[in-house]
């Protein structure tokens, strides 16, 4: 299930607007971004009460939905697959596809592991993740949440 919405969201990434894009693309090489991702950081530790407004994600949770949501979504869908071909035995085609997981972690509950800390990163992020939205939505006075509902982005003065 987990690798099917993956393949999903990678489809609306390619086939949805720009914003539908920005957590499978940082422009880590750009200045300025680097700029809003300082300023989003001292933004959500409230040592500056000036919030940017962006349409869609801003850059810090750009960067955060990258490294939390795609890296480990990958992480996990490579390594899940990895310990169900195991079980599945050596000739399944699961085992065929990822069983190269095996050559950089050759103990399986190694992989178990590693699979189960990326399990609670998403949890973890998952948790941060809301707290963020409901936060941005209440301090910036930007339609956050209801937008997901309506579809329409409102920045409040």
Same mark, same amino acid.
């Given at each position: ?6 393949l999903l969201r990678i489809y609306w990434a ?87 997981v095996f050559a950089i972690w050759p103990n ?18 998952? *948790?941060?993740? *809301? ?13 956050? *949440?209801?937008?997901? *509902? ?8």
């Amino acid at each position: 299930m987990l690798a099917v919405g993956f393949l999903l969201r990678i489809y609306w990434a390619f086939m949805g607007n720009a914003h539908a894009k920005q957590i499978f693309f940082v422009p880590v090489w750009r200045k300025s971004w680097w700029e809003e991702v300082v300023h989003e950081i001292r933004w959500y530790a409230f040592l500056t009460n000036q919030p940017k407004k962006y349409v869609g994600h801003n850059p810090l949770a750009q960067l955060t939905m990258f490294l939390m949501y795609t890296v480990t979504i990958a992480f996990m869908i490579v390594t899940g697959f990895a310990l169900y071909g195991e079980g599945s035995g050596h000739d399944s085609w699961q085992y065929r596809l990822f069983g190269w997981v095996f050559a950089i972690w050759p103990n399986s509950q190694d992989v178990h592991t590693w699979h189960h800390l990326g399990m609670w990163v998403i949890v973890t992020f998952s *948790i941060v993740h *809301i707290y963020a939205a409901i936060r941005e939505d209440i301090m910036s006075r930007q339609s956050i *949440i209801s937008s997901m *509902i309506s579809g329409e982005r409102e920045f409040r003065d």
